[in-house]
């Protein structure tokens, strides 16, 4: 079935650091979204893109919607250690047959 | 109040139980969604109720049974499962129908089947 790759799977970083990951697809969507999920807790939504080529910041968050509606970016500036835990993009396609698909992962570690 | 709220937190079950798992939001969100993940997966949606009917079941096998009392509470019950339905199982909320991606979510319910 439809999958979204996030690449990379993992990474580990220094305090400070910029952080860039992408959700790529195969197919189209209509809505991407960019979560964050911390061990025990259900994920929480960071960012939320609507248009082709939209570009989005929450703080230190900062995502795109690429222009193909293939993909997505999602770059952490100065990453501090809270910034732990697994980021999941999530496509939704809502043309015909409904589909709400979230990404393989990245998990990011900071090392202070 | 701007959380969902899922009990038990913890379930362990045989295969041959029935019990139930509860989700309730008070933030006048209108779908509601069931997921199960995998330890180190993502969430695969199960099903969604918007304004209070089933409008997506993602080919669930029948001994999940969604319900959706009112518009606050969503209930999936559980009979008959396998040692592989094993997972943490999230509610999650959004303000409209299912065409709204903004997602809240529980904080789940981790399940074992014996």
């Known amino acids: 079935g439809q999958q979204l790759n996030q690449s990379p799977q993992s990474m580990f970083i220094q305090e400070g650091e910029d952080v860039s990951m992408n959700c790529t697809s195969s197919?189209?969507?209509?809505?991407w979204l960019w979560y964050k999920q911390e061990p025990g807790e259900g994920p929480v939504l960071l960012i939320a893109l609507y248009k082709a080529g939209e570009l989005t910041s929450n703080g230190r968050l900062t995502a795109q919607f690429g222009i193909t509606r293939k993909d997505s970016f999602l770059n952490i500036s100065a990453s501090i250690p809270s910034d732990v835990g697994i980021y999941f993009c999530?496509?939704?396609?809502?043309?015909?047959?409904?589909?709400?698909?979230f990404g393989t992962g990245t998990r990011l570690k900071v090392l202070a | 109040d701007t959380e969902v709220t899922q009990t038990p937190k913890h379930l362990v079950m045989g295969m041959t139980n029935k019990k139930s798992l509860k989700c309730e939001q008070h933030m006048g969100h209108r779908a509601m969604y069931w997921y199960k993940q995998k330890a180190k997966k993502p969430p695969e949606l199960m099903f969604v109720?918007?304004?209070?009917?089933?409008?997506i079941n993602e080919s669930v096998p029948s001994r999940f049974s969604p319900e959706c009392p009112n518009s606050s509470l969503l209930n999936l019950h559980l009979h008959a499962l396998q040692p592989e339905d094993s997972a943490l199982y999230l509610c999650?909320?959004?303000?409209?129908?299912?065409?709204?991606?903004?997602?809240?979510f529980g904080p789940g319910t981790r399940l074992t089947v014996l």
């Open positions: 999650a909320s959004s303000p409209q129908g299912e065409e709204d991606g903004e997602q809240f």
């Open positions: 109720y918007s304004y209070e009917k089933l409008s």
């Open positions: 999530a496509g939704i396609f809502t043309s015909g047959t409904y589909k709400y698909i």
């Open positions: 197919s189209i969507f209509n809505t």
